[in-house]
Antibody, heavy 116, light 108 residues
Framework: QLQESGPGLVKPSETLSLTCTVS??????????WGWIRQPPGKGLESIGS???????YYNPSLRSRVTISVDTSKNHFSLSLTSVTAADTALYFC???????????WGQGTMVTVS | SYDLTQPPSVSVSPGQTATITCSGD??????TSWYQQKPGQSPVLVIY???KRPSGIPERFSGSNSEDTATLTVSGTQAMDEAVYYC???????????FGTGTQVTVL
């Protein structure tokens, strides 16, 4: 299971920070990547990026300059940092599990973040 | 950027077949996945690697992918299948995942 946590309200120009806690699996899994997806209210899904336990990451090119995804294997969680947020970053943020270049098989319940 | 296009909506009568398309340049050369999202819920994977069903997904869900179009078919559609469906593929050129625009399936 995956569980997102973090502030539900962030001020414009500040940094959005979320954490996803992994249970029933290990963030050091050799086959899984851990990622973030977001969904603005009433809109579709957008991939933000993913990380492997070694620290290898890949990001959506449209967000790359503002995004950092990190993993803390000792706490079995991974995190999202999105800098210089604007109202356009208001969305439901999901954490996900997947294999390399494969489908997202496990999703968290999502956490709503409002930039205001 | 790589774009995946879906029809905004599909309507189907109970017991009939719903067909949802996802179009993208040479999409048949990529693996496509499909997700079902009901209101207020997280998306659920219903098809991966074009035509494989995860454990627990009913057999009425099937998929195919060829040339520029991937297709999700729901046979014998039930009221519980009413949801928004998203296709998704890996764009190797930019090394990130791309989602389709989403299709609202309404069971009339």
């Amino acid at each position: 299971q995956l569980q997102e946590s973090g502030p539900g309200l962030v001020k414009p120009s500040e940094t959005l920070s979320l954490t996803c806690t992994v249970s029933g699996d290990s963030s050091t899994s050799s086959i899984h990547y851990w990622g973030w997806i977001r969904q603005p209210p009433g809109k579709g899904l957008e991939s933000i990026g993913s990380i492997y336990f070694t620290g290898n990451t890949y990001y959506n090119p449209s967000l790359r300059s503002r995004v950092t995804i990190s993993v803390d294997t000792s706490k079995n969680h991974f995190s999202l940092s999105l800098t210089s947020v604007t109202a356009a970053d208001t969305a439901l943020y999901f954490c996900v599990r997947h294999e390399y270049q494969a489908a997202f098989d496990i999703w968290g319940q999502g956490t709503m973040v409002t930039v205001s | 950027s790589y774009d995946l296009t879906q029809p905004p909506s599909v309507s189907v009568s109970p017991g009939q077949t719903a067909t949802i398309t996802c179009s993208g340049d040479k999409l048949g050369n990529k693996f496509t996945s499909w997700y079902q999202q009901k209101p207020g819920q997280s998306p659920v994977l219903v098809i991966y690697q074009d035509d494989k069903r995860p454990s627990g997904i009913p057999e009425r869900f099937s998929g195919s992918n060829s040339e520029d179009t991937a297709t999700l078919t729901v046979s014998g559609t039930q009221a519980m299948d009413e949801a928004v469906y998203y296709c998704q593929a890996w764009d190797s050129r930019t090394a990130h995942y791309v989602f389709g625009t989403g299709t609202q399936v309404t069971v009339l």
